[in-house]
């Protein structure tokens, strides 16, 4: 009897040894599969480039485009707008560290990336391709000289509304236009809005810089009675001239390297 239930005691131990044992294997098997989910979906969006949806070789304006893009994307997600910030962050200080390591020029947008523009809306510098400078520009020259040749203020307006065309133009090239409005996001159906607004509105901006640049000294003049020169006094067209070439000129600076 005694060898009997030492046999059974050792059943059981061996029984509750055996369930143990299986018990910590399963927990290790297990382990991996439990903590790998959450560690793949960490490093997924830990990845500035793929939270924002843009490639490693993307450049600065590529960048800022697609950080405006998912800010208005996740404007209502507090969690996703946190990640997008986060990873617009960290793009640009890896940027800003590269700079300071070569020792050359930090660019203003990668150095103040944390600063809120003061005008969100202001002219901002993009350079347009060689063609499109050459022919803007030689739509521009063309309407300042025949504006000394047949002075009329029609050649202003014509000069203006080309500079919004061109920049209208430009907008949707940097911000394109849905091609399946049925398809598109919130944000990707009002870019053809948004994009003929801005546009018009660098066309007016620059008309009317480069009425007050070439007005001035025609303001300046009446304003403290001095008398204009000789030519400018007898040939009042000639004012209107230099206005078409001042709105002309503003306009191709604004169309070729703003936007």
Not at 44 to 60: E, H, K, R, T
Not at 88 to 110: C, Q
Not at 152 to 175: D, E, R, Y
């Amino acid at each position: 009897m005694l060898s009997s239930s030492l046999v059974q005691h050792s059943s059981v131990s061996a029984l509750n040894r055996h369930s143990r044992i299986g018990k910590l294997n399963l927990r290790d098997e297990r382990s991996p599969l439990i903590n790998r989910r959450p560690v793949s979906c960490l490093a997924a969006s830990s990845d500035p480039y793929s939270v924002l949806g843009i490639g490693p070789d993307a450049d600065n304006n590529e960048i800022n485009r697609a950080y405006s893009k998912k800010k208005y994307e996740y404007r209502h997600d507090t969690a996703n707008l946190q990640k997008v910030e986060q990873a617009h962050s960290s793009l640009m200080l890896s940027a800003l560290s590269r700079r300071v390591k070569a020792g050359g020029a930090v660019p203003k947008d990668i150095k103040y990336a944390d600063v809120e523009p003061l005008f969100p809306w202001r002219p901002k510098r993009w350079d347009a391709t060689p063609q499109v400078i050459m022919i803007v520009g030689a739509i521009q020259l063309f309407l300042s000289i025949s504006s000394f040749q047949s002075p009329n203020m029609s050649k202003l307006i014509g000069s203006m509304l080309i500079g919004i065309a061109g920049n209208v133009v430009k907008q949707n090239a940097i911000s394109p236009p849905p091609k399946d409005p049925d398809l598109a996001t919130e944000e990707e159906a009002g870019r053809a809005g948004r994009n003929f607004v801005r546009g018009g509105l660098l066309g007016l901006l620059a008309t009317f810089a480069g009425m007050v640049v070439f007005t001035a000294p025609e303001s300046l003049a009446q304003a403290l009675n001095f008398k204009l020169p000789g030519i400018l006094a007898t040939q009042p067209g000639l004012l209107i001239s230099m206005k078409v070439a001042g709105v002309a000129l503003s306009n191709w600076i604004m169309t070729s390297f703003y936007y």
